[in-house]
């Protein structure tokens, strides 16, 4: 059996309240293309999905690079996406 990261049990809703904390501060400024980049990377973190989060991540990077800024500078997001790193998701 795999070990599970500290505080799995609440998983789904730290992704969530992350990404929430993200778009309240950039959600204005967000057009469609943006709006479904950032969902993606929402959905691989809440899915644990180590490929599809290299690639969504690697997407957002280079079609959207002001938002993948913010992105990694968003204490609760970097954090959270840190600790998914560490856990080698």
Same mark, same amino acid.
């Given at each position: 059996?795999?070990?599970?990261?500290p505080?799995?049990?609440?998983h789904?809703?730290r992704?969530? %309240?992350?990404?929430?904390? /993200?778009?309240?501060?950039?959600g *204005? @400024?967000l057009d469609a293309?943006?709006r479904? !980049?950032?969902?993606k990377v929402?959905?691989?973190?809440?899915?644990?999905?180590?490929? %599809?989060m290299?690639?969504? /991540?690697?997407?957002?990077?280079? *079609? @959207?690079g002001?938002l993948?800024?913010?992105? !990694?500078a968003?204490p609760?997001?970097a954090t959270?996406?840190d600790?998914l790193a560490?856990?080698?998701?």
């Open positions: 059996m795999t070990e599970k990261p505080g799995n049990d609440n789904v809703e992704v969530h %309240a992350s990404f929430d904390a /993200l778009n309240q501060k950039v *204005r @400024h293309d943006a479904t !980049a950032i969902e929402r959905t691989a973190a809440v899915e644990r999905d180590r490929d %599809a290299r690639t969504q /991540l690697d997407d957002l990077r280079e *079609r @959207h002001w993948y800024n913010e992105l !990694a968003h609760q997001v959270l996406l600790e560490l856990w080698g998701f």
